[in-house]
């Protein structure tokens, strides 16, 4: 069975850092006044490590130890004791309870040993599923093959190696994987695992989609596999999150870009041979998140501007239709239509690192569900469907930020404010939390928030004595 995710940006290179020298961001965004601080203590905060809590096994979301809680997965780069100022990243899970992510259970894996698929070195919501159908979700992981995390009654053990997918035999060529997801792509009910593979020259036969069906054995088998051929090179692929009524995910393939808002294609999917997915060509954003957001029971899709623009002369800028917007499709996605678009707070633009970060959430868990969307400096706006459309509340931007001085600290009220990390419930109430966080660089501790409905917060920690 498929643990259904919450819906996320697929931004992996900076989801948690845009806290650099101002001018490599553009002009530095106004904060809101009335945005309260919420800086919380200077000193990190540390917790006593406990046991893991055992389980049977749920079937819930990201739950990858089974105990009904979805977990919080990221990645940590940091390492107080590393010569050269930046540790080698290592996976952290922070398991959930009743009151949320709690960091004194917790697993931090070897710096180096494994790098999920879905998250990134300085943070990104995890690509989980239960891909053997044991009611434990596991972590797919990158590599040369790409292999498996199992989860179980303790979650996954860090000290034993990934199992490697069983991918089918070559055709022609050589090809490397590029990207790769989970998702229920022929609607049978059981996760699958879909890559994209490059040619060992580059795109030069094009990018080949594997798609690996399950549930997979334990030694990385899976049930059967297809291939499909694409025209153009991908650099990410985002999967819809698979529906509570069944039917098979969506996947959203992300062209490659050099800094603008890169094109993107759905490819509408369904049983039988991947040759015969359908094609849907949609407007550029480098931001994007499934969710349910005009409340009518179908899954829709929010492309949104991230900021990144092209410094070479002549290429600095985006459509009007693309340029500060969120552009959302409505489900289902069965022929190309148009979208409606909302303008967003902010006008700034960066050539090197995103300024905005984007989640599908619903806080308070009446059903549809909001789109979360940080802006460096500002906070996290919040844009919903109340009846007549999506529009940005009036409500002002959520604010948390990092303190002022001790080893979180930095001066700039930009520098501090947190960004979107991840959706998710983490305390098996109904609703979702979303996953806030804070640095002041690539291999910085690193302050989280978990806030919930009316954006009250739930817990904060800190994540720093994790891996010292």
Do not use: K
Not at 35 to 47: F, H, I, N, T, W
Not at 120 to 141: C, H, M, W
Not at 209 to 226: K, N
Not at 356 to 361: E, S, Y
Request: aromatic share 6%.
């Amino acid at each position: 069975m498929i643990s259904p995710g919450p819906a996320l940006s697929p931004l992996r290179p900076a989801l948690l850092v845009c806290v650099l020298v101002l001018s490599a961001c553009g002009r530095e965004p106004s904060l809101p006044d009335e945005a309260s601080s919420g800086d919380g203590p200077e000193e990190v905060r540390e917790y006593d490590e406990v046991p893991v809590p055992e389980s049977e096994g749920s079937g819930v979301p990201d739950d990858v130890n089974g105990d009904g809680f979805a977990d919080l997965l990221f990645m940590s780069r940091y390492d107080p004791d590393a010569e050269d100022g930046e540790g080698a990243p290592r996976l952290v899970i922070v398991y959930g309870s009743s009151d949320g992510p709690d960091p004194a259970t917790r697993t931090v894996w070897p710096p180096d040993s494994v790098r999920p698929a879905s998250v990134s070195p300085t943070g990104g919501g995890a690509g989980t599923a239960d891909l053997d159908g044991d009611g434990f979700a596991d972590i797919p992981v990158g590599g040369s093959p790409p292999g498996i995390l199992w989860g179980g009654p303790t979650g996954p053990d860090p000290g034993a190696d990934p199992t490697l997918l069983d991918l089918p035999a070559q055709a022609e060529g050589e090809y490397e994987p590029a990207a790769s997801e989970v998702g229920d792509f022929d609607g049978d009910g059981a996760a699958d695992v879909v890559l994209a593979e490059v040619d060992e020259w580059g795109v030069e036969q094009g990018t080949r989609l594997t798609v690996l069906h399950g549930p997979f054995d334990r030694d990385g088998t899976p049930q059967r596999s297809a291939r499909r051929t694409l025209e153009t090179p991908v650099r990410e692929l985002v999967p819809e999150p698979p529906r509570a009524d069944g039917g098979p995910s969506a996947l959203l393939v992300r062209h490659p870009d050099d800094g603008e808002q890169p094109r993107n294609t759905l490819l509408v999917t369904g049983p039988g041979d991947p040759q015969g997915w359908g094609v849907v060509e949609l407007l550029g954003g480098a931001l994007a998140a499934f969710g349910d957001v005009d409340g009518d029971g179908e899954t829709d899709l929010a492309l949104a501007d991230s900021g990144t623009r092209n410094n070479e002369p002549g290429f600095e800028t985006e459509p009007p239709e693309v340029d500060q917007r969120v552009n959302v499709y409505a489900g289902p996605f069965t022929e190309a239509t148009d979208p409606v678009s909302v303008a967003l707070p902010g006008t700034e633009t960066s050539a090197s690192f995103a300024l905005r970060t984007m989640a599908a959430c619903d806080l308070d868990g009446d059903g549809p569900a909001e789109l979360w969307i940080g802006l460096a400096g500002r906070g996290v706006d919040t844009v919903a469907d109340l009846g007549d459309g999506p529009q940005v509340q009036d409500t002002g931007p959520l604010v948390r930020q990092g303190p002022e001085t001790g080893p979180l600290g930095s001066e700039g009220r930009w520098e501090r404010t947190a960004r979107v990390h991840a959706c998710g419930d983490y305390d098996a109430d109904g609703s979702g939390e979303l996953a806030l966080a804070y640095d002041h660089g690539y291999a910085s501790p690193v302050r989280w928030w978990i806030v919930g409905s009316g954006g009250e917060d739930e817990t904060s920690f800190d994540s720093a004595g994790f891996t010292e």
